[in-house]
């Protein structure tokens, strides 16, 4: 039997320092737990750039393609920002979503005990915290035609259009289900079913495909009420399934519920290949952070629970990933600290690769 394949993209800024953090923990997992991935690595972004003239280049394409996950850290920094439009690093991340056809969009807002004083919000709120946003990612009103801005008498328009197909909103409800059924079997819908019609169809078309999940306990909530209740209580929710513009603010609101930016994971699946798993790229939410790049400050727990997420939904190690989460519980509880998880008089903060090593001893 071949090893499950997984395509490494470190890409700019901090993204190469949280990656050599998270190929230590690949490692150990081939030597400790006898789980060997098929890893290769290559250029994204502005060091594709450099490389070849296109923040992606076709050969690496067709590595993402044909491999069982692609693990990516972050593209661009300002020594890219005066660039054409066309070559700039974030056009690389933009064409693997496309091509890959990533239309489901993962983000865990998952509260560790050690940092729920962290948050903006009152410790039993957020403590234990752990829940899933499902984001459309590739329809709704950022792809709608028409757009742009016209003329229209004597003035100017700007007009997007906000527009979902059934099977649109068919596919991506459906990878939303199978994750309840992974997890607490609880999903809540939400649109704005009361003034947009895209909603009336979001919330008929999710109500069908509900048929064929029965174990799963449905709600249906407008996505402004929906805000609400995530700052309210966010432990009433297991998993949300948004639209593209909702799953954008919710995901980001639910996502500041616990804290750092140095902390969140996320995955982008598309559809099912041969072997039964979508297709896949896992990467923290962060960017390159051009501002602490280069230091050894980065944190790099948001990559390292990506690699979870890859454990858990492209190579069906959920209990490995269990583990991997365990051990970052384990050093925070412990009072282990990147300078992002600290206050200004915390004291000491520990170093990228520090971070790593502990989790590695945990
Ligand atoms: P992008 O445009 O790529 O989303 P951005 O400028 O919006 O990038 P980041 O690059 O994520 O955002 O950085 C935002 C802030 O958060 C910066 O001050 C950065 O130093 C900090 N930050 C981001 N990621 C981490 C991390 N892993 N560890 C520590 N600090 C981080
Ligand atoms: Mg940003």
Redesign the pocket.
Known sequence: MTNPSLLILPGDG?GPE?MAEVRKIIDWFGTKRGLAFDVSEDLVGGVAYDAHGTPLHDDTMARAHAADAVLLG?V?GPKYDALDFSVKPERGLLRLRKEMDLFSNLRPAQCFDALADFSSLKKDVVAGLDIMIVRELTSGVYFGEPRGIFEEGNERVGINTQRYTESEIARVAKSAFELAMRRGKKLCSMEKANVMESGILWREVVTEIGREYPEVELSHMYADAGAMQLTRWPKQFDVIVTDNLFGDLLSDLAAMLTGS??MLPSASLGAPMANGRPKALYE?V????P??AGQG???PI?CILSFAMALRYSFDHGQEAARLEAAIERVLADGVR?A?LMGPDDGTPVSTSEMGDAILAA
Not at 286 to 289: F, I, K
């Open positions: 901090i949280v972050a661009g930016l140095g923290p962060h960017g390159s952070a501002d602490i400050k980065a944190n948001a990147t992002d």
